[in-house]
Structure formats: C-alpha cells, structure tokens
C-alpha cells in the first residue's frame, strides 16, 4: 500500500467488539488477566495500551522501522535514547539543533558523566573527527533547527556504524513524509508528534522509531522502567493527524518554497534559510534525501538587529507568535529569546543563531495571504 493509505489503514482496522470504522479511546489505566502469572496483552497502561499500541503500528509502518514507542512529548522521546547511556559515554550531536535538545545534553545528561560533542555535521570530516573510542551515539538533525542545515543521513550512518555507534535522527522537521532515516542507514528516529504528526496544536507527544527488535527492546524498556508515555487521548489524537499528514505536508512544503523564493527577493532580509532553494549549501544533499519537497519550516535573517527581528515577529497576525511548529496554523518566534533562548549568547553566536534569525512555521493557509501579512510586518520596520 502506498504511504497515505497506510497511515489511514495500518493500525487502524475496525473495532473488533462493534465494527466502528474508528477505533475507540481506551481509557483503562489496568486490565484484567487471565490468571495469577498468566498475563494477556495487557496489563498496566504504562506498560502498553491499546490505543497507543494502535499509533504505534501505524508510524512503524510509515517510517519502515520494527516497532515504535510514543512519549509523552518529543523531549521525553529523546531522553528515553540517551538514558541507554552509561557514565563515560560520549555523544556527538550536531550544532544545529533544537534548543530543548542542547539543553538536554548540556543540563541534565552530562550530570551522569556522559560527555558532549556539537559539530557541524554538514561536513562529515567534523563528524569522523569528534568520534572517540567512547562514543556510543550520534544524533543529528536533517533539516536542522532553527538554521535548517541539511546533512547527509546516509554518510553519517556509515561513520557511526564503522565505530560502532548508533546513529538517532531527530526527523521532526522532514517527517515520514519526505525523509525516512531508517531507509538511509539511521539506526532510531525521534519524531515530537506535537509538531506535524498530530497537526493541529491539540496534543503533546514524542516518538521513537527503531529499525533493530533488540534495540526495540531495549528502548521499551527505558520507557517502562521510567514511564514517560503517551496517553491514550494524545494518542488518539495522532493517529487522526496522521491521516492527512501526507496532504498537509506536501501542501505546506509548496506554500513554504514560495514564500521562501518571496522572501529571497527582499532587500529588508540579508539571507533566507530553506533547503528548497538552489542557493542554500545543502540543497543537492536536501534534493536526494527528500522526497517531494523541502519542507514547510523556513528561517531568515533581516537587516537588522536584535530589537529589529523582534519588533518583526510581534506585528505578524496570521504568523501567531509562538514556539512549536508544524501544525495548520502558521507560526513565528524568534530564536534567540524564544526557541534557543537555553542556549548562552555566546553559543548562539557559535553556531550561527543571529539576534535577527525569525523562524517560520508555515500552515495551511493561502500563500497569497501569509505573503501580505509578511509585507506588512517589513511596513513596520
């Protein structure tokens, strides 16, 4: 079955009990079993719940993985990879990556002496460099955020994997839709459901996709031991937006690339950040691990300075001002006080978060009308 019809289908056969066409909620937090040690499917829904078992099938069968976990939130999803981490580990992720990530790895990781590596992973020589003997896991993001730097999935798999090292993607910004990491040698994928898999601002989730059972299983077993999981209302939830995921992102990503080449053309905006367009470094890798567009996230610069940008982002009206991305709405925020405000001054400047950055999620609506709320927002500078 093609993507679409599987993310409507997959998981989502008809209610054994009653022949609805959509599957129920289900609510129970324990389960009746069998006998004394005889244990049925379920048992205690921290462990598995129907529901969620449900959005698990169907996102293992859209990412081409064995199984799938969901979180109560992306953050969790990514804790849940780096609590596989013993003390003496070490981590290489990117430079460009979401500031809930770094202050992760930066705040709370290195509190049980697993060491940290940001690289640009754009160039995969940084990558080869980084790697010690002690390092167990890579972790990258392809589009990057908030730069939207691109980096070849395939190249840093066969990095990982000859110092034997997992490779885990945060594939947020792509989804299933155009880019499947594990197709491309990634050992696990993090997606935060909130962003596009739900699409519609309406639940909190995280999502892990593996390619390897005993992986599986050793990540099912971080979840259980420490019970950050979905519940089975957010994952219901879900599993509705992942049926016209594939529309909607395919439709944003169109809406995206124009407003992307509008923006380009500006003389109030320094460079514009979108891997659809030629100019960006990374389009020739974008083009060969994306699938039917580049995506509906986009950053730029203005000319201009920190009160400049803000200014920007707080005089938009069909662009709200807020964090998150990826749902019908569009949304605008600036980077360096709102998304990676965790990061220091100093490491946003580091690795490329300018004062002026303004970050783009673009929705649902007429191109024609983002692009006039944009232009009167350029009125006001």
């Not at 430079?95 to 790895?105: A, E, F, K, Q």
Request: hydrophobic share 40%; charged share 20%; net charge negative.
């Amino acid at each position: 079955m093609q993507f679409r019809t599987r993310a409507i289908h997959v998981g989502n056969e008809k209610c054994p009990a009653t022949g609805a066409v959509v599957r129920p909620i289900h609510m129970a937090s324990t389960f009746v079993q069998p006998g004394a040690g005889d244990w049925g499917e379920f048992d205690y829904s921290r462990s598995g719940n129907p529901t969620r078992k449900a959005l698990e099938t169907t996102l293992a069968s859209l990412e081409g993985g064995c199984g799938a976990l969901c979180f109560a939130s992306g953050m969790a999803a990514t804790h849940g990879v780096v609590a596989m981490l013993r003390a003496g580990d070490h981590i290489v992720a990117g430079s460009d990556i979401y500031g809930g990530t770094y202050r992760l790895l930066h705040k709370i990781t290195d509190r049980a002496g697993i060491n940290i590596s940001l690289v640009d992973t754009t160039n995969p020589s940084n990558l080869e460099a980084a790697i010690t003997e002690s390092t167990k896991l890579v972790w990258i993001e392809s589009p990057g955020n908030p730069r939207m730097t691109i980096t070849d999935i395939g190249v840093c798999a066969e990095i990982a994997h000859r110092h034997n090292a997992l490779l885990g993607i945060d594939s947020t910004f792509a989804t299933p839709v155009l880019t499947r990491p594990l197709e491309l040698g990634a050992d696990i994928v993090m997606h935060s459901a909130t962003k596009y898999l739900g699409g519609h601002s309406d639940l909190m989730g995280g999502a892990l996709v593996v390619r390897d059972k005993s992986l599986y299983d050793e990540l099912y077993f971080v979840q259980n031991a420490t019970g950050a999981i979905m519940g089975p209302l957010e994952a219901f939830l879900c599993s509705r937006g992942l049926k016209t995921l594939e529309l909607r992102v395919r439709e944003q990503s169109r809406t995206a690339q124009d407003i992307a080449e509008w923006l380009d053309s500006r003389e109030q905006v320094e460079r514009v950040l979108y891997p659809g367009l030629p100019n960006h470094p990374g389009h020739e890798v974008a083009r060969r691990q994306m699938e039917g567009g580049f995506g509906a996230m986009l950053s730029f610069e203005l000319r201009g300075d920190f009160a400049a940008a803000k200014l920007f982002v707080e005089s938009t009206r069909l662009f709200q001002l807020a964090v998150s991305l990826g749902a019908v709405e569009s949304l605008i925020e600036q980077p360096a006080s709102m998304s990676h405000a965790s990061y220091d001054a100093k490491d946003r400047a580091k690795h490329g978060i300018s004062d002026g950055m303004i970050r783009l999620s673009v929705g649902l609506e007429a191109v024609e009308d983002l692009q006039a709320d944009l232009e009167q927002a350029f009125l006001k500078l």
